[in-house]
Nanobody, 111 residues
Framework: VQLQASGGGLVQPGGSLRLSCTAS????????VGWYRQAPGKQRDFAAH???????IYADSVKGRFTVSRDSAKNTVYLRMSSLKPDDTAVYYC??????WGKGTLVTVSS
């Protein structure tokens, strides 16, 4: 299932933002989901992961600041980001482990 991320925008350092991940055009339930991000001029990196049962894993760079959660009733996965830093500026993507890459959402952390 192809997923798409939304909710990005411009936020000041130290601020918070919540991204959403949804499956468009399908009634299939979202399974495990990984969040990834790609900063300008850099490779795409892993940020966080949530299993169908709600277990989570985080990259060291976001641990303690980002929280991934899911609402099965809404078939949506969220990435709550807090204490944002300029280094968090990137296009954020969500993806099922065996799924295709979908549309990302740009997060810019700047004053």
């Amino acid at each position: 299932v192809q997923l798409q991320a939304s909710g990005g925008g411009l936020v000041q350092p130290g601020g918070s933002l919540r991204l959403s991940c949804t499956a468009s055009g399908t009634r299939f339930s979202i399974n495990a989901v990984g969040w990834y991000r790609q900063a300008p001029g850099k490779q795409r990196d892993f940020a966080a992961h949530i299993t169908r049962g709600g277990s989570t894993i985080y990259a060291d760079s976001v641990k303690g600041r980002f929280t991934v959660s899911r609402d099965s009733a809404k078939n949506t996965v969220y990435l709550r980001m807090s204490s944002l830093k300029p280094d968090d500026t990137a296009v954020y993507y969500c993806k099922e482990p065996a799924g295709p890459w979908g549309k990302g959402t740009l997060v810019t952390v700047s004053s």
